[in-house]
């Protein structure tokens, strides 16, 4: 979800400060969360500032290009390994201690799934008796 522009943030502190209206009654004038409005006064308090604050730090990925190679080869190897076994065949063979979902958002991002493909029986031929009449 993107940030609230600053004009629109502009118009809550104004409305906040002009009016003296509960940040609740503000909330519900301006269709937010009652949250958004308390951060949004305290920030503009603190700082006179309205901008939306700018995320600095991500965090960095468990699995690196080398990791990801050992499980794609993994899941050529093991192709009826669930998340929990590659889990585990990663973490001996790696060093890698990681959760089930990342191993899951790990094959998402190789485009590679575990669900099997749904073979289709192969069709019987008709049975010809021959009978000797």
Same mark, same amino acid.
């Given at each position: $979800?993107?940030?609230?522009?600053?004009?629109?943030?502009?118009?809550?502190?104004?409305?906040?400060? #002009?009016?003296?209206?509960?940040?609740?009654? !503000?909330?519900? &004038?301006?269709?937010?969360?009652? =949250?958004?409005?308390?951060?949004?006064?305290?920030?503009? &308090?603190?700082?006179? =500032?309205?901008?939306?604050?700018?995320?600095?730090?991500?965090?960095?990925?468990? +699995?690196?290009?080398?990791? +990801? =190679?050992? +499980?794609?080869?993994?899941?050529?190897?093991?192709? #009826?390994?669930?998340?929990?076994? !590659? &889990?585990? !065949?990663?973490? *001996?063979?790696?060093?890698?201690?990681?959760?089930? =979902?990342?191993?899951?958002? *790990?094959? #998402?991002?190789?485009?590679?799934?575990?669900?099997? &493909?749904?073979? $289709?029986?192969?069709?019987?031929?008709?049975?010809?008796?021959?009978?000797?009449?």
């Amino acid at each position: $979800m993107k940030p609230y522009s600053p004009a629109f943030r502009r118009k809550i502190t104004k409305a906040y400060e #002009d009016e003296g209206v509960s940040q609740r009654k !503000l909330a519900n &004038r301006f269709s937010v969360a009652p =949250s958004f409005i308390q951060k949004l006064i305290k920030q503009y &308090r603190e700082t006179d =500032s309205v901008a939306p604050k700018v995320r600095t730090q991500q965090t960095t990925p468990k +699995l690196n290009n080398e990791h +990801l =190679s050992i +499980l794609h080869r993994l899941v050529e190897e093991h192709n #009826d390994a669930t998340l929990e076994e !590659l &889990r585990d !065949l990663l973490a *001996a063979e790696a060093g890698v201690d990681v959760s089930r =979902s990342t191993i899951d958002r *790990a094959l #998402d991002k190789l485009g590679l799934t575990l669900k099997k &493909r749904r073979s $289709m029986p192969t069709k019987r031929k008709a049975s010809v008796s021959c009978s000797n009449v």
